[in-house]
């Protein structure tokens, strides 16, 4: 396996300099600030992203302010106070995408992170003391518990809430293997610990965050 500096010296090759290789990568926020961000804004994005998924972001994007009203801004309470036939009349709510699955993914996940709230103090308060040395246990956690949380889209959420980590893009899911980490997308374990033992290696060997680790192996291949 090359060293993060061999690994940022080939995007450095591809992208014309370092510096164009960390430009513009976001800051991580520290464990507090993420305790601090309200438990409507990280469902906001968990149903972003599921909403998003298969279909074109813009179709997303001109929606969104009536998603939001039809989902009462994502409020947890006020979502939990909505009668049984609540999700039928999202389904056929024009305001939404009108996806029957993505709706209760949604509002499987509101649940979810009501109860991660009550064990934790605030969803943002479990994500920020996840370890970075254990991210892969937070993205399997988030698709073992949440719903439609899986491949990109929980990652994905993750790096919009400011959550130090990567994702397992296609890039960087080749770079990992051309490096011997593992031989294809991880599915078991095993995989997913290999792919955050490398993480950890690289982390350790240059000081940088889990996310410009993963930029820069995007931008390698």
Known sequence: MRSFDEILSIAASRKGSVEAVLKDIPVPLDAEALAAIPDARWLAQMARGILQAGISWKVVDAKWPGIEAAFLGFDLSAIAFQPDDWFHDLCADTRVIRSPPKLRAILDNAAFVRRVR????????????????????????????????????????????????????????????????????????????????????????????????????????
């Open 118 to 221: 009550d064990d934790c103090g605030s969803f943002g308060r479990r994500v920020g003391d996840w370890p970075a040395d254990d991210f892969a246990g937070l993205i399997q956690w988030l698709q073992t518990e949440g719903a439609r949380l899986g491949g990109a889209t929980g990652p994905y959420m993750l790096r919009q809430m400011g959550k130090d980590g990567y994702i397992l893009s296609q890039d960087v899911t080749a770079r990992l293997v051309a490096e011997g980490v593992i031989d294809k997308a991880p599915t078991t374990k095993k995989a997913w610990a290999a792919v955050q033992g490398a993480f950890n290696t690289w982390r350790d060997q240059s000081g940088q965050s889990l996310t410009t680790i993963s930029r820069v192996l995007a931008q390698s291949l």
